[in-house]
């Protein structure tokens, strides 16, 4: 099934916005092709015999947005980025889990590789999944717009088109705040000790 007209999810994310208790159900069909690709993605470093497939991680991610919107949530570009950080947070929630089982305590995985970056939408094993997250947390402490801007890119693999569109700024402002951001995050993976 192909992507929905823009502006059909446009006006069931508006019509949610005003309180509309059935648009979320009308928002599914429209969106779900393209959240199972984001979810999909983010899974792809996962391990084949992983507990959570994308379909339930997009079904987890719906039953999340049923508490509401944010106000700010009015373009299908914004609403996937909020999507996509849902599902992160399903898939850290998860990882965090498993990380406990396997070693007994929630302490903070290091990455393999220090200072590795990875591409937008990338496999990450469950150490580097959990370090980029403790960074990016470090970073909303911060810069909360940077950090919402490396999320948006490599969670959500949204261009730089696609973010200045969803904040409503200009492409290169929006480019110029990522490669900050993103030395920035290289900078704080390089600080993680190797296994």
Known sequence: MPDAAPGAITAELSALGQGSPDALA???????????RLAAGQMR??????????TALVH????????????????????????????????????????TEKRGGGAAL???KPGSLPAPN???????????????????ARD???????????????????????????VHAIRHDLRLGQAWLKKELSKAPVK
């Open 60 to 99: 987890e991610a719906f039953l999340r947005l049923q508490s509401g919107l944010p106000p700010d949530v009015r373009s299908r570009a914004q609403f996937y980025a909020l999507a996509a950080r849902i599902m992160r947070g399903i898939l850290v929630d998860h990882a965090r889990a498993r990380a």
């Open 26 to 36: 009308r928002l599914a069909p429209l969106v779900y092709d393209h959240l199972h």
């Open 122 to 140: 990338a496999p990450l094993d469950l150490e580097a999944f959990l370090d980029i997250h403790l960074a990016l947390q470090t970073l909303d």
């Open 110 to 112: 290091p990455l393999t």
């Open 144 to 170: 909360p717009h940077l950090a919402r801007l490396v999320e948006m890119r490599f969670f959500a693999g949204m261009t730089a088109e696609d973010i200045a569109l969803a904040l409503d700024l200009s």
């Open 45 to 54: 470093g996962e391990r084949a015999a992983h507990t959570l497939q994308p």
